[in-house]
Structure formats: structure tokens, C-alpha cells
């Protein structure tokens, strides 16, 4: 049984992680043979999303129909909720209309907010402090490629956001140790670094320099260097983080074979040069892909779940 909303990843257990895993490369699989099961047939989620996305929305749109179900979507012009109406009248009137809303908003407690008050599950797809779905795509990803995340060095090299936080926490459930590099001032969140190093059994390490945290990486994962909502920061932080650039000096201190992600969009010639991102390396494509599988199974799972409690 899974929790209802997914709200961040420190909020599941192991199993319930792995179990996510296992169904994306099982549903992956099977659309590969062309297996077309429809579970969620007659459901339908709501797509709340106040910040852009291409892989997130596309993604979760394209998961649902195939899984059977029906898709609304509302940008923060569409819906009530820019006009200052309450997030926990909208809870609750969505969850009388839809199965599951998906949100991509800025602050954390919108979401835990929408969640407090609705009876569907909602489905975190980012926030300004994690990117759940996108690190368990991330995972599944390392998983094909390398194997089990658990014997394997994995570095994350720039930025504290989001995706470092949500990969910290999936560090911590799943049980891997991980090793962050970012610049002074731009660590990861320390509760979040704190709460996950009490949980986890694995070490967690955050370091300042990026050559001694790439050293004999099999994985390395970076991120923009300004998020969204972090525009106006842009100029500023290409001076701090240049030294944080994955290139191919940097990732020559990595294990030979080692293996580059990227959640994209990428900024080549900032946090990654082009010669990375296209090379033998990146596998930024098939984890892109992934993301289409692992949102199908967030759905079916959480869905499913919700509706089996009913
Ligand atoms: N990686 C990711 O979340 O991309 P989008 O912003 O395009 O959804
Ligand atoms: N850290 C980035 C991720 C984009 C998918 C952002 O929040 O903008």
C-alpha cells in the first residue's frame, strides 16, 4: 500500500520505492511488445501547473491516456488559484470532479497544503524544494544501465535545489550513499540533508569541491544552474558555478565508463558543455523516456491505491 499524495520522497518506505521502479520497466516492457493495458480507464487527473514544462506535462499527459484516462490541465492563468482564490477550497473542489491532481508550483506547502485538504492524491511534479518523480525516473535510469544503485558511486555535481534534494532523499529510502558538490552558500536544503542522514544508513557527503567529489563517480547528475523563479540570479551564479561546469576535464576523474544524466532543459557551455551532453556518455535521452514510464506507474500505483481505500 502506498501513501496517498507524493509529495516528496521521504515520505515512502524502500519497498514502496522499489515497487514504483519495478512497475515503470514492467509497463515499459510491455509498450515495447506493445502490450496496451488500460487500468485507468474512466479516471481522470487535473494538472495544476504554475511554472513551464515540456518532459513533466507531456509526460504525465501522454502516461495517462495510454493508461486510459483523461487529462485536464490549467495554468495558473486558467484557474481560480491566480486570482488569490484559497488552496483549500480548490482541494476539495477538484476532488470532486477528478482522480488525482498533479501540481507543479513553486513553494513546498502549496502542495502539502492542496494535499491536506483534498481526497485524491496529489502528485508532486516540482517544486522550489523537490522533483520527486523526475530522481525516481533519474534512478530507474541508473538501475538499466548500471545496476543496483547501491554499489555504485553517484555524484551529484552542482546547484542544492530541488533535484538534489529529492535525490537525497531517495539516498536515504532507498539506501545508496551519494556524494554532492556545489558551491558556498548553494548547499542542499539541511533539514531535508539532516532528516535524510537520520533515516538513511548510507553517508550522504556534501563537499565544496568538485574534482575530489567526482573521483571514481560511475554517475554523474547535474542540474541548471538558476531554476525557475531564480532568473534574476542567472549572471551571477555562471561566475560562482564555473567551476562546477561537467566537462570533459572534469568527468576525466571519473570512472572511465562513467555514466552523465541531466534532467534537462540543459544550458550547454554552462553546467554542461555540448561535447557532454552529446556524448557517449549521456544518456539524458533515455532518461528523458524514462520519465514517461515511471509517471505511468505513479499513476496506476497511487491511483489504483486510492481507489481500493475508497
Ligand atoms: N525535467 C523536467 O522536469 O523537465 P520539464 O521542466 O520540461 O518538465
Ligand atoms: N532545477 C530545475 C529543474 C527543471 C526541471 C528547476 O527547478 O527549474
Same mark, same amino acid.
Given at each position: 500500500?502506498?501513501?496517498?499524495?507524493?509529495?516528496?520522497?521521504?515520505?515512502?518506505?524502500?519497498?514502496?520505492?522499489?515497487?514504483?521502479?519495478?512497475?515503470?520497466?514492467?509497463?515499459?516492457?510491455?509498450?515495447?511488445?506493445?502490450?496496451?493495458?488500460?487500468?485507468?480507464?474512466?479516471?481522470?487527473?487535473?494538472?495544476?501547473?504554475?511554472?513551464?514544462?515540456?518532459?513533466?506535462?507531456?509526460?504525465?499527459?501522454?502516461?495517462?491516456?495510454?493508461?486510459?484516462?483523461?487529462?485536464?490541465?490549467?495554468?495558473?492563468?486558467?484557474?481560480?488559484?491566480?486570482?488569490?482564490?484559497?488552496?483549500?477550497?480548490?482541494?476539495?473542489?477538484?476532488?470532486?470532479?477528478?482522480?488525482?491532481?498533479?501540481?507543479?508550483?513553486?513553494?513546498?506547502?502549496?502542495?502539502?497544503?492542496?494535499?491536506?485538504?483534498?481526497?485524491?492524491?496529489?502528485?508532486?511534479?516540482?517544486?522550489?524544494?523537490?522533483?520527486?518523480?523526475?530522481?525516481?525516473?533519474?534512478?530507474?535510469?541508473?538501475?538499466?544501465?548500471?545496476?543496483?544503485?547501491?554499489?555504485?558511486?553517484?555524484?551529484?555535481?552542482?546547484?542544492?535545489?530541488?533535484?538534489?534534494?529529492?535525490?537525497?532523499?531517495?539516498?536515504?529510502?532507498?539506501?545508496?550513499?551519494?556524494?554532492?558538490?556545489?558551491?558556498?552558500?548553494?548547499?542542499?536544503?539541511?533539514?531535508?540533508?539532516?532528516?535524510?542522514?537520520?533515516?538513511?544508513?548510507?553517508?550522504?557527503?556534501?563537499?565544496?569541491?568538485?574534482?575530489?567529489?567526482?573521483?571514481?563517480?560511475?554517475?554523474?547528475?547535474?542540474?541548471?544552474?538558476?531554476?525557475?523563479?531564480?532568473?534574476?540570479?542567472?549572471?551571477?551564479?555562471?561566475?560562482?558555478?564555473?567551476?562546477?561546469?561537467?566537462?570533459?576535464?572534469?568527468?576525466?576523474?571519473?570512472?572511465?565508463? $562513467?555514466?552523465?544524466?541531466?534532467?534537462?532543459?540543459? +544550458?550547454?557551455?554552462?553546467? *554542461?558543455?555540448?561535447?557532454? #551532453? =552529446?556524448? @557517449? %556518455?549521456?544518456? $539524458?535521452?533515455?532518461?528523458?523516456?524514462?520519465?514517461? +514510464?515511471?509517471?505511468?506507474? *505513479?499513476?496506476?500505483?497511487? #491511483? =489504483?491505491? @486510492? %481507489?481500493?481505500?475508497?
Amino acid at each position: 500500500m502506498f501513501n496517498k499524495h507524493l509529495l516528496s520522497l521521504q515520505d515512502f518506505n524502500q519497498p514502496q520505492l522499489q515497487t514504483l521502479l519495478v512497475r515503470a520497466m514492467v509497463l515499459k516492457e510491455e509498450t515495447r511488445k506493445g502490450i496496451c493495458q488500460q487500468p485507468l480507464t474512466g479516471k481522470t487527473i487535473c494538472m495544476l501547473f504554475e511554472k513551464a514544462s515540456t518532459r513533466t506535462r507531456v509526460s504525465f499527459e501522454s502516461a495517462m491516456y495510454s493508461l486510459g484516462g483523461q487529462v485536464i490541465y490549467l495554468s495558473s492563468r486558467d484557474s481560480q488559484l491566480g486570482r488569490g482564490e484559497p488552496l483549500k477550497d480548490t482541494a476539495r473542489v477538484l476532488s470532486r470532479y477528478v482522480d488525482g491532481i498533479v501540481v507543479r508550483t513553486f513553494g513546498q506547502e502549496i502542495v502539502d497544503e492542496l494535499a491536506r485538504y483534498s481526497d485524491v492524491p496529489v502528485i508532486n511534479a516540482l517544486t522550489d524544494l523537490h522533483h520527486p518523480c523526475q530522481v525516481l525516473s533519474d534512478i530507474m535510469t541508473v538501475i538499466e544501465k548500471k545496476g543496483t544503485p547501491e554499489n555504485l558511486e553517484i555524484v551529484w555535481i552542482g546547484d542544492g535545489n530541488n533535484m538534489a534534494n529529492s535525490w537525497i532523499q531517495a539516498a536515504s529510502v532507498l539506501g545508496f550513499s551519494l556524494t554532492l558538490a556545489c558551491p558556498e552558500g548553494y548547499e542542499p536544503d539541511p533539514e531535508i540533508l539532516s532528516i535524510a542522514r537520520m533515516k538513511g544508513s548510507c553517508p550522504i557527503n556534501v563537499m565544496y569541491d568538485p574534482i575530489e567529489a567526482i573521483e571514481d563517480a560511475d554517475v554523474v547528475s547535474t542540474d541548471v544552474w538558476a531554476s525557475m523563479g531564480q532568473e534574476e540570479e542567472a549572471d551571477e551564479r555562471i561566475e560562482i558555478f564555473k567551476p562546477y561546469q561537467v566537462n570533459k576535464e572534469l568527468l576525466s576523474r571519473a570512472e572511465d565508463d $562513467v555514466m552523465v544524466l541531466h534532467c534537462l532543459p540543459a +544550458h550547454r557551455g554552462e553546467e *554542461i558543455t555540448e561535447e557532454v #551532453l =552529446e556524448g @557517449a %556518455q549521456s544518456v $539524458v535521452f533515455d532518461q528523458a523516456e524514462n520519465k514517461l +514510464h515511471m509517471h505511468k506507474a *505513479i499513476l496506476n500505483c497511487l #491511483l =489504483e491505491d @486510492a %481507489q481500493q481505500q475508497a
